[in-house]
């Protein structure tokens, strides 16, 4: 069973940073066909859920527009940790951000990944850009 604790949210002014962090656990990336995509996304009260930031098993990332050239989304399989570094933050960047994994084979589009209630999801970490 795979478990996701996500970490580094809190309170940030407008054009400030923030990292994320989510540690990853219950998963060994030993299959030659399988491996593990990582994900952020984030929620306001109100609103849907939203993609932030994908990454494949080999590093192949892919971004929301609203985020597209502030965010950096990276992992480290030594520490079994996905980061979200958060840049030039905006008020519109509030909400509850979760981490989300899927176990899929590796010839799996990025693109094609769509999370739903069967992925497996942290707890989520609150982003608070005030203005």
């Known amino acids: 069973q795979i478990s996701l604790v996500e970490s580094g949210g809190g309170s940030v002014e407008a054009g400030g940073s923030r990292r994320l962090s989510c540690v990853v656990s219950g998963y060994s990336d030993t299959s030659v066909r399988m491996t593990i995509y990582l994900g952020w996304f984030r929620q306001v009260p109100g609103k849907e859920r939203e993609a932030v930031a994908r990454?494949?098993?080999?590093?192949?990332?892919d971004y929301a527009d609203s985020v597209l050239g502030r965010f950096t989304v990276s992992k480290d399989n030594a520490k079994n940790t996905l980061y979200l570094q958060m840049d030039s933050l905006k008020p519109e960047d509030t909400g509850m951000y979760y981490c989300?994994?899927?176990?899929?084979?590796?010839?799996?589009?990025?693109?094609?990944?769509?999370?739903?209630?069967?992925?497996?999801w942290g707890q989520g970490t609150q982003v608070t850009v005030s203005s």
């Open positions: 989300v994994a899927d176990v899929l084979p590796r010839t799996f589009k990025l693109s094609n990944w769509v999370p739903n209630s069967g992925s497996f």
């Open positions: 990454i494949d098993g080999g590093g192949n990332a």
